[in-house]
């Protein structure tokens, strides 16, 4: 079974940056889609990047430019590049390994979860 482990997280103030990763364990990382998801004090859990196997990305609207998902299959390692932060994006990230080859946005077509990882934008 996979085991993801996310890293990377912290506080930051607003404008500033930070790179989250998600290692994963197995050797068929490459053949899954891959996802970032983020929950919000007190939301529900909200899609934020997906990456397919080919290596085409989407993202939500809200981190749409600041934001850049991206895969290194050698290491079975995913990041999360954030950039212009800001309060709004605090929240516990999750990366997700998708059930196929295309990423989607809907939680439900993930089916293994990292522990996550908390990021904090103060202002």
């Known amino acids: 079974q996979v085991q993801l482990v996310e890293s990377g997280g912290g506080l930051v103030q607003a404008g500033g940056s930070l790179r989250l990763s998600c290692a994963a364990s197995g050797r068929t990382f490459s053949n899954y889609a891959m996802g970032w998801f983020r929950q919000p004090p007190g939301k529900e859990r909200e899609f934020v990047a997906g990456i397919s196997t080919s290596g085409s990305q989407f993202y939500a609207d809200s981190v749409k430019g600041r934001f850049t998902i991206s895969r290194e299959n050698t290491k079975n390692t995913m990041y999360l590049q954030m950039n212009r932060l800001n309060p709004e994006d605090t929240a516990v990230y999750y990366c997700?390994?998708?059930?196929?080859?295309?990423?989607?946005?809907?939680?439900?077509?993930?089916?293994?979860w990292g522990q996550g990882a908390q990021v904090t934008v103060s202002s």
């Open positions: 997700a390994r998708g059930i196929g080859a295309r990423a989607t946005a809907r939680r439900w077509e993930y089916d293994a």
